[in-house]
């Protein structure tokens, strides 16, 4: 069956420290990936999406970048992160029209 | 660029009564239409989608939506609330240049006893 992992659940980091939320697909081949964020009291903004190994895209400039190194793994990174980077991430991957998506991770810059 | 509006930010429905949540399209075609549910701190879970075909699209948990063209909407039904509900639902659309969601500022569904 296909399954998305998404870790950690949540995380409290300092600002200016560095970010790495890992999300691995099982089950599926070649999906589309995607990074979204949820803000408290907002809607879901996609952040990434990548079609493949190495390719990504990014929606909006921010202090966030991501990659691809596995076909089935989606990295979101940030060297310094900034207080405005709190949220709630999810990960979510597509194959034709179906989205499936992560528990998400809360993360919290203190 | 499509884009889904759900106009209601808090609904609140008595247990056992019936649940209408609102979201309508901005778009020329046909749009791909989708509902999901997300419970606190939770992920996001499908409940339907519509992508061609009937209009009346039947989901998990009770729910179905309406597609209707004349009124560019989508709105998500359940008959008889249940208190496991409440959530926050989400309208979304899938943009046909990529195959990106779209998701709309999301309902929070309230369930008073």
């Known amino acids: 069956s296909q399954t998305i992992h998404q870790w950690p659940a949540t995380l409290v980091q300092p600002v200016g420290s560095p970010l790495s939320l890992e999300c691995t697909v099982e089950?599926?081949?070649?999906?589309?990936l995607y990074w979204y964020r949820q803000a408290a009291g907002r809607g879901l903004q996609l952040l990434f999406y990548?079609?493949?190994?190495?390719?990504i895209s990014s929606e909006v400039p921010q202090n966030l970048s991501a990659s691809r190194p596995q076909d089935r793994q989606f990295i979101l990174s940030s060297k310094k992160l900034l207080l405005s980077d709190s949220g709630f991430y999810l990960c979510?991957?597509?194959?034709?029209?179906?989205?499936?998506f992560g528990s998400g991770t809360r993360l919290t810059v203190v | 660029a499509q884009s889904v509006t759900q106009p209601d930010i808090h609904i609140t429905v008595s247990e056992g009564a019936s649940l209408e949540l609102r979201c309508n399209y901005s778009?020329?075609?046909?749009?791909?239409l989708f509902w999901y549910v997300q419970s606190p701190g939770q992920g996001l879970q499908l409940l339907l989608k519509?992508?061609?075909?009937?209009?009346l699209v039947q989901g998990i948990k009770g729910f179905e939506a309406e597609f209707k063209r004349s009124q560019s909407s989508f709105n998500l039904r359940k008959p008889s609330v249940h208190w496991s509900d409440a959530a926050e639902y989400f309208c979304a659309t899938r943009n046909t240049g990529f195959q990106k969601l779209v998701f709309g500022t999301g309902t929070r569904l309230l369930v008073s006893p």
């Open positions: 990548s079609v493949g190994i190495g390719q």
């Open positions: 089950g599926t081949s070649n999906p589309n």
């Open positions: 778009y020329g075609a046909t749009p791909y």
């Open positions: 979510a991957w597509s194959v034709d029209y179906g989205y499936t």
């Open positions: 519509y992508f061609s075909g009937d209009t």
